[in-house]
């Protein structure tokens, strides 16, 4: 079992709707982190949570630590939000910041 | 600011063939890492430094060497490369803080014939 799974692993949606990517993780963490990769490759981080919630825009990633769980929303989705969105976790014991990563979800939004 | 950057952007190789693939980076941080991205597994480290001189072993390391001699650059070589290491390399940095942002390159897309 991966240390972090993500859910759903692919997302159609119409412009418009609102969406929730969720990620669950199975080790302690000293931080959460939402990542994109748009379909040129390139990555880019979102969010890095410890917890509560956070803004951005039009999204929003929130961590509740007790049920070691994370969701990632966007709101008033378009089609320029389609990319691959990526949660990684840096471990709370691990040395160098390292990440262990979710295989991330695909989300494609149809206009 | 270039940020972090990667070269070569694509290369394909023969098996046994060796290269080194460069990063480099421009905002002075101290940690610095090597990941590879395969269809259906995500990213994995592959090797990471947390300064100058210095370089540890990630999850996948096997096949891999790196050097940071500069603070700026964290160089990947493939002595002998296999077609198990077509892949997508990406090189990230960042601050010497626990859970600190990872800022990454645009990658290298590699080809192992």
């Known amino acids: 079992k991966n240390e972090v799974e993500q859910s759903p692993q692919n997302l159609t949606a119409q412009e418009g709707e609102f969406i929730t990517i969720n990620c669950s993780y199975s080790?302690?963490?000293?931080?959460l982190h939402w990542l994109q990769q748009h379909p040129g490759g390139g990555i880019v981080s979102l969010f890095m949570l410890s917890s509560g919630k956070k803004k951005h825009g039009r999204l929003i990633a929130t961590i509740n630590i007790q049920e070691k769980h994370s969701s990632l929303h966007i709101t008033a989705s378009h089609p320029r939000d389609s990319a691959v969105y990526i949660c990684a976790v840096t471990r709370g014991e691990t040395s160098g910041s390292r990440l262990t990563f979710g295989e991330g979800t695909q989300l494609t939004v149809n206009p | 600011n270039a940020g972090v950057t990667q070269t070569p952007k694509f290369r394909v190789l023969k098996t046994g063939q060796s290269m080194t693939l460069l990063c480099a980076q421009d905002?002075?941080?101290?940690?610095m890492y090597w990941y590879r991205q395969d269809p259906g597994m995500g990213l994995r480290l592959i090797h990471y430094s947390v300064g100058e001189g210095t370089t540890a072993k990630g999850e996948v390391p096997d096949g891999y060497n790196v050097s940071r001699l500069k603070k700026q650059n964290f160089l990947l070589g493939l002595e002998s490369a296999a077609p198990s290491q077509t892949s997508v390399y990406f090189c990230a940095s960042s601050y010497p803080f626990q859970g600190d942002t990872q800022y990454f390159g645009p990658g290298t897309r590699l080809t192992v014939l």
């Open positions: 080790v302690g963490i000293s931080a």
């Open positions: 905002m002075n941080h101290e940690y």
